[in-house]
């Protein structure tokens, strides 16, 4: 086995937790079942997986919001051109598979939703790939906790999915696979598998406050009977009589008890055990697995406001620093594992940023008005991006005319008709014969109005 080899099998070893298998779809049925519906448990005694984690709150926001962004984006398909442009593909093939149609069942929204909410859960999205010839028709979505990947004898990537109890061995180039955070090696790693102790402390104190309300909010504890000594059947009595007092429903009951009997509570109550601040902790802990501002998902941090341009900033910051890296590896999975490669040095997918400022009318008027004043976008290109029809001349680049390069600063670089009229005009008058015409002009009306006054008044 040559040096790349054995760093991939020890990558592969890291990502999975085991040689040859990956965690969450070993090569047996019963314990892939076993660890994928059942889970393990992590040190507060929690099972914790993907269905349990999606149980608190913060865990689902996170995910939702995520891949309801992504979703909601839309996939393009362009072209390099010549001069360094490009030009939109709407009639390439992979246009129709990533934009209009992935498959027979999904509409894009919810095929790219779905692979970013797999990511998240599981470090991996799957998808078959429907083909003919080299052209990919469907993308059918495959469960990633059905599937296992391996390394065959020929040291190649052979994907293994799990259906009703067969195996299909499936090509890597028959599998559309979008990895989450990885180390080099062949799947994504599971914030649900790394933050299994974070999830199950999260998951605990849910469960305690919930029985804790469910008990109406009634500590449990010891009876002391002072020097009293109970038979076993008496103690049994006791635990039934208490057991009928708890319960929403029997909130502020009396119950007798016997002379020298005395409570002692054996748990803290939740104010000294900080539930509320711990669950409070537990949300941002959520979100540090999960890539996402507490703020995105309603939760703020005492003396933090919910809006405002410190929370605008915020959210830029997150789209930035977090959400653009996962778009660029969606972009460059699409480019490798679905377009020839001949096609792939000219044509390319891209997700429209744009998209997220579709509801703010305010961020896009401001676009518009720089890229209309720096000659960036022609009126028409504009109207075209609000779904508003092109006007008859409205193809045109603009530039404000104060703008000049350092170099022009003293002359006259605006060359526009009015400018060329104007020079034209001072020429004329500074030309040789022009004092003298003007001269002429002037003595002939001088002449005229003499005659015209001296046939109205004869007597002068």
């Known amino acids: 086995m040559d040096g790349l080899s054995w760093l991939r099998s020890g990558l592969s070893w890291f990502a999975t ?6 965690s969450g779809a070993p090569e047996d049925e019963p314990t892939r079942k076993a660890i994928a519906y059942g889970g393990r448990a992590d040190s507060a005694g929690q099972v914790v997986n993907q269905r349990t984690a999606l149980g608190l709150p913060a865990a689902w926001a996170c995910v939702r919001l995520k891949s309801d962004v992504v979703g909601s984006m839309g996939m393009g398909v362009h072209e390099k051109a010549a001069d360094g442009g490009r030009n939109d ?33 599981w470090g991996n999205g799957y998808a078959e790939k429907e083909m003919l010839g080299n052209r990919v028709t469907a993308l059918t979505p495959l469960a990633p906790d059905q599937m296992s990947v391996v390394r065959n004898r020929d040291n190649e990537r052979v994907y293994r999915f799990y259906d009703r109890g067969q195996v299909e061995t499936l090509p890597a180039d028959k599998v559309f696979h979008l990895r989450g955070l990885t180390l080099g090696g062949d799947m994504g790693l599971s914030a649900i598998e790394f933050g299994r102790r974070t999830l199950g402390t999260a998951i605990a104190a849910n469960r305690t406050a919930a029985d804790t309300f469910h008990g109406g909010l009634q500590l449990s504890g010891f009876m002391e009977t002072g020097s009293t000594s109970l038979k076993p059947e008496q103690r049994a009595d006791l635990i039934q009589i208490f057991d009928g007092f708890r319960g929403d429903a029997m909130r502020g009951r009396i119950v007798p008890l016997e002379k020298d009997f005395k409570f002692a509570p054996l748990t803290m109550n939740p104010a000294e055990a900080q539930l509320l601040e711990s669950r409070a902790w537990d949300v941002e802990e959520v979100c540090r697995w999960f890539g996402m501002l507490p703020i995105l998902i309603g939760h703020s941090a005492k003396g933090q406001t919910m809006w405002g341009s410190g929370i605008e900033q915020l959210l830029l910051g997150w789209q930035t620093l977090l959400l653009n890296p996962l778009l660029k590896n969606i972009e460059q999975a699409v480019k490798k594992q679905l377009l020839p490669l001949a096609d792939r040095k000219k044509i390319y997918p891209e997700i429209n940023r744009e998209a997220l400022m579709a509801a703010d009318s305010a961020a896009r008027a401001a676009l518009y008005s720089a890229f209309g004043q720096n000659g960036v976008m022609t009126r028409g290109e504009m109207r075209n991006r609000e779904n508003l029809p092109s006007l008859e001349g409205d193809d045109f680049l603009t530039v404000q005319s104060n703008l000049v390069r350092l170099q022009d600063l003293g ?6 008709p009015e400018k060329q009229l104007r ?3 001072a020429g004329m ?11 002429e002009q002037v003595n002939a009306a001088v002449a005229r109005a003499l005659s015209e006054k001296s046939h109205a008044h004869p007597e002068q």
């Open 17 to 22: 937790g085991q040689s040859g298998k990956l």
């Open 89 to 121: 593909r709407t009639d390439h093939w992979l246009y129709d598979l990533v934009h209009e149609e992935p498959n027979r069942d999904q509409t894009p929204a919810e095929f790219w939703s779905s692979m970013v909410a797999c990511m998240d859960l």
């Open 411 to 416: 002359k006259d670089v605006a060359a526009t």
């Open 423 to 425: 020079s034209a005009f």
């Open 429 to 439: 008058f500074e030309s040789a014969g022009m004092p003298m015409i003007i001269e």
